[in-house]
Each structure stands twice: as structure tokens, then as C-alpha cells.
């Protein structure tokens, strides 16, 4: 797939540079990103659980225009490079057999356990449009609710595959396409897709094959319904049901957020053999039940988030029911979920949890500082299928500061500070530093 659009790509650019819209619609930005990472296991011994990493970060991105026509081409690229600016000693994680590296928390790892001093990945993009609908292959970053790269640390996961976008009806947009491969947030390595409790370990197994297909539906200005389906091959097979909706209420707006997930297994995880050569998700080992690892999940929440002269207050809960954990794409690198409790540091996704949340956030900019805004929001969540019946809880607080004028207006500061208390996960306090700008290159 990364070969055909590199070839697409250069076969457009060698006959179409001189199209007018190719060149005067494209864009070209240099993203800056700075960030400095701890995290303190704090169950861990001899500092085998704690990372702490400094790092500078540049993206590259570039996007054309369109060749004019009934059918036009163009290509995007980007262009990822990591720089460590310190290792810390911290993170002595140790290569997995077989491999020369393996991601630490911003950086792969030597097999001695030390960072890289750099690494880089890049993506390249073609691209074809005929009326309302378009069509990508090659690199991708798709946010859907089945499936979103992560950009939790330096820099951003990538995704190799096509997808195909059409706009054709009002109020109406359908997405459909095939992932095959990720290059993960903190590896230049492009690796095949798999699941929680299949990614690592002597048994560990991938795939090369994720369909996906669904739409938004925009049935008025401000209610939007959603329907998604996701499919990796052998592991899970994924419905997507979502109602957003923004009602005016006392001068603010209350933004409702409804979510159903119902995932079921695919191919070999739905059997025996097929889960003992590791086609497994993680959940509740019942010892004994020649169904444990199954895919089996129902997932529903329900966010309320209130917005008022500055103010922002939320409210959610959410349930996770069914024999395993919930199931997403993630190669053991990092790896996003379309959950309201996908945090700083846990996803509350386990089967049988039960999670509430409340949030409090506050744009300085109403005092008279733009740029300046604070949250702070709390989870708790229970039920989690165990012996016992464990429990966690995050507490979670963010301070964002972005210039707004001046030489350096549109330079940002952002702390992000977090702590995770588990009886099924590893107690974690989390800091991270950022500062982030942007140039505009074309």
C-alpha cells in the first residue's frame, strides 16, 4: 500500500506540477513540539516502572492542492523526527527477543534499555477527488470512533492504508476504507495491527487487515447520529452507535454526548485453537472457561458537558458489560479509544466496570488573560471483573497557556498532570511539559 501511493504520488507530481490548484492550494507547516515526560510507577522496584525523557519533536507537514479536471490528483507527505534532548537513565526496559528496539515512552530503546539519541518516520499520501467525494491512499490518520491515532506523546502514530470520503448527500458524510499497517507514536517501525491482550508475550499475533465503514448524519444544525462498524480480521468485529446534540439552556449550551459500542469475535479468536495461538483479548481470566480471551463486549456511556462564560462543567458515566475488555486497535505502543474515560493515563475499559466522571474546566480569557485555560476532572470506576470486584480511580489536571500577540504569538505551554490508583493496574503519578509552535511554510 506505501509503495502504490509513493508511486501514484511522484507519477502525480511528475505530470501535474504546473496544474493550476495543485501548487496554489497546498500548505506547508513545521510543527515544534518540546515535551518533557515523567511517570512514577510507583510499585515498581529498583525505577524498572519510571520514565522520565525530554525530547524535541518535528512534524512536517505538507498538503496540495488539486489538479483541475472532472478528476483531480494531488498528493500529501509527512515527515516525523524525533530528537532526545535527555534519556534520563530512567527507563530500562529491556528489548523483546528478537527485536534490536523496543518503544520507550518517547523513544524506541537500544537493547541495553537506553534511548536512541533520534529516529524519524515519514507517510506519504495520494490523493484523488471527483465531486464531493475523495478518495486517500497511503498514510492516514483517521479520527473515527472505531478507529484514532494517537498523538499522546512526541510524535503522532501513523496509519498505512486507503480510505475513500464522500460528501455527496447533505448533511451526510460517509467514510469507508482498509487499514493494513501502524508506525507507532514512539517507533519508526510499521508493524501489523492487533489488540489488548494479543500484542505481546511468546504468542503474540497481528493483522494486516481492518475494514471499516459508516456515516454522520447531520438531522438537524445541532443533532448529529452516527453509526460505524469495524472490523480487524480474527479478533473483533465492532458496531458503533452515537447521538451528539447541543441544546441552548440559560445562556450557555448543554452538549450531550451518547455512545454504544457492540463488539463480537472475528475468525480464530472465536475459537479455542484459534485463542490458544494468541489470537486473545484481555479480560477476566476465569480459570477453567474455554471461552476466556473471547471478544464479548458491550460498551455505552453518556457525557453532559456544560458550557458558560467560561465555565465548563461535565458530568458522564460509562458501562462496560460482557466477558472481555474493550476492544480497539493497539500494537502495545500507545494506542487511542473512542471512550469518554480514555485519559491521561487509563482507559477504564475493563469488563464489568462501571465508571463515573466529573469534570470543571475555565477559560481565563472571560479575566481578561486569553490564552489561559484549567481543568480538572475526576474518574471512578468499579465492578471490574476479578475474584474481588477491583476498583480505580484518575484524577486528572491540565493548564494550557498560548500567546496571543507579539513576536511569538502562537507559542504554547501546556502541563498535564495526572494519578492512577488501580487494583488491576499499576498505581502511576504522570507529569507532562509541553511547548509547542507552529510555522507556516507555504
Not at 86 to 110: H, I, M
Not at 148 to 172: A, K, M, V
Not at 274 to 279: D, I, Q
Not at 350 to 366: I, M, N, V
Amino acid at each position: 500500500m506505501h509503495k502504490l501511493s509513493l508511486a501514484v504520488a511522484l507519477g502525480v507530481i511528475a505530470q501535474q506540477t504546473n496544474a493550476a490548484g495543485f501548487i496554489e492550494d497546498s500548505k506547508a507547516t513545521l510543527d515544534l513540539r518540546n515535551l518533557y515526560f515523567n511517570s512514577d510507577n510507583r510499585e515498581s522496584q529498583n525505577y524498572s516502572g519510571q520514565a522520565e525523557e525530554w525530547g524535541q519533536g518535528f512534524i512536517l507537514n505538507f498538503q496540495s492542492g488539486f489538479t483541475e479536471g472532472t478528476v483531480g490528483f494531488g498528493v500529501d507527505a509527512i515527515g516525523l523526527l524525533g530528537v532526545r534532548l535527555d534519556g534520563g537513565g530512567r527507563n530500562v526496559s529491556p528489548a523483546k527477543a528478537g527485536q534490536d528496539r523496543t518503544p520507550g515512552q518517547l523513544f524506541p530503546l537500544d537493547s541495553d534499555g537506553s534511548a536512541v539519541n533520534d529516529f524519524s518516520k515519514a507517510g506519504v499520501t495520494a490523493k484523488a477527488r471527483l465531486s464531493k467525494t475523495e478518495l486517500r491512499i497511503g498514510t492516514l490518520q483517521p479520527r473515527l470512533p472505531v478507529v484514532t491515532f494517537n498523538d499522546g506523546r512526541l510524535l503522532p502514530q501513523l496509519f498505512e492504508g486507503g480510505q475513500i470520503i464522500s460528501n455527496e448527500i447533505d448533511s451526510l458524510t460517509l467514510t469507508a476504507g482498509q487499514l493494513e499497517h501502524a508506525k507507532g507514536r514512539n517507533s519508526s517501525d510499521s508493524r501489523g495491527l492487533s489488540i489488548a491482550g494479543a500484542n505481546s508475550g511468546a504468542t503474540s499475533q497481528f493483522a494486516n487487515t481492518f475494514y471499516f465503514a459508516g456515516g454522520d448524519y447531520k438531522i438537524t444544525k445541532d443533532l448529529t447520529a452516527q453509526y460505524y462498524y469495524g472490523n480487524l480480521e480474527d479478533f473483533y468485529t465492532q458496531h458503533f452507535l452515537g447521538l451528539v446534540h447541543n441544546y441552548a439552556l440559560g445562556g450557555g449550551n448543554l452538549k450531550s454526548d451518547l455512545r454504544y459500542f457492540y463488539s463480537d469475535s472475528d475468525g480464530k479468536n472465536g475459537s479455542v485453537a484459534g485463542r490458544a495461538e494468541g489470537y486473545r483479548s484481555s479480560g477476566y481470566w476465569t480459570p477453567g472457561d474455554s471461552n476466556s480471551g473471547e471478544v464479548d463486549n458491550r460498551t455505552w456511556s453518556a457525557l453532559f458537558t456544560y458550557s458558560h462564560s467560561g465555565h465548563e462543567l461535565s458530568a458522564g458515566y460509562q458501562q462496560v458489560s460482557g466477558d472481555s475488555a474493550f476492544p480497539f486497535l493497539n500494537q502495545g505502543d500507545g494506542a487511542t479509544a473512542y471512550l469518554i474515560t480514555d485519559r491521561q493515563i487509563g482507559k477504564f475499559a475493563s469488563s464489568g466496570e462501571r465508571t463515573w466522571l466529573a469534570g470543571y474546566g475555565y477559560d481565563f480569557g472571560k479575566l481578561g488573560v486569553p490564552g489561559l485555560k484549567a481543568s480538572l476532572t475526576y474518574l471512578s470506576g468499579d465492578n471490574i471483573d476479578h475474584a474481588t470486584g477491583e476498583k480505580e480511580w484518575e484524577r486528572d489536571f491540565r493548564l494550557d497557556y498560548i500567546l496571543h500577540e507579539g513576536a511569538l504569538k502562537g507559542l504554547g505551554f501546556s502541563w498535564r498532570n495526572a494519578s492512577l490508583r488501580s487494583e488491576v493496574a499499576n498505581d502511576t503519578d504522570e507529569n507532562r511539559l509541553y511547548v509547542t509552535y507552529s510555522l507556516p511554510l507555504l
